[in-house]
């Protein structure tokens, strides 16, 4: 298996990204360390060729960028999810949180069926491969305030800020 990868300029700041033939399956947190990147597909890929490509993450880079200047509220590009069926389960459930709207770690435990399982949600949510795309910026939790996220709560702030204003509510909110 072959991993393509780049250190790709985002809104946000540049940022390492991967993709397999089927899809993007990693976006590293802006100014994170190649290191960062290694480390994940060892752990969740294994032993595979990584080959530096940045022309191979150019449709991605455009969706991308799209998304962090408000043009765009849903991707259309192919991903490629590599995780504990646990992980990839949450994640899933994260891209059903609407654009513009955010969640509880505690609600997006029950809608899993998992509603004792609250802190397992939120390990599964901090450790999401594909920040943006999966949304998991949209959880928050239940009491109030941002949680964590990460890529900074600056980080996570914005994207919420973002969507907010696309969808005309200004500023973010706990729903």
Not at 27 to 38: D, R
Not at 137 to 145: A, E, I, L, Y
Request: proline share 5%; net charge positive.
């Amino acid at each position: 298996m072959k991993v393509f990868w780049a250190r790709i300029p985002l809104e946000v700041g540049e940022t390492y990204c991967a993709a397999t033939k089927k899809g993007l399956c990693f976006i590293g947190s802006p100014n994170e360390s190649f290191a960062q990147l290694e480390k994940w597909v060892n752990h969740r890929i294994g032993t595979v060729a990584l080959i530096h490509e940045k022309r191979y993450l150019q449709p991605y880079l455009v969706q991308l960028n799209a998304y962090l200047r408000g043009e765009i509220k849903a991707f259309t590009i192919p991903i490629d999810l590599h995780g504990t069926d646990f992980q990839r389960m949450i994640w899933e459930a994260l891209c059903q949180i609407p654009y513009g709207q955010t969640t509880s770690y505690r609600a997006l435990a029950q809608i899993v069926g998992r509603p004792k399982a609250v802190r397992a949600v939120g390990n599964a949510v901090g450790v999401n491969p594909l920040l943006y795309i999966v949304p998991c910026h949209r959880v928050v939790p239940t009491s109030g305030g941002l949680g964590g996220f990460r890529a900074g709560i600056a980080l996570k702030e914005h994207l919420l800020t973002i969507e907010q204003e696309s969808v005309g509510h200004g500023s973010w909110q706990n729903n």
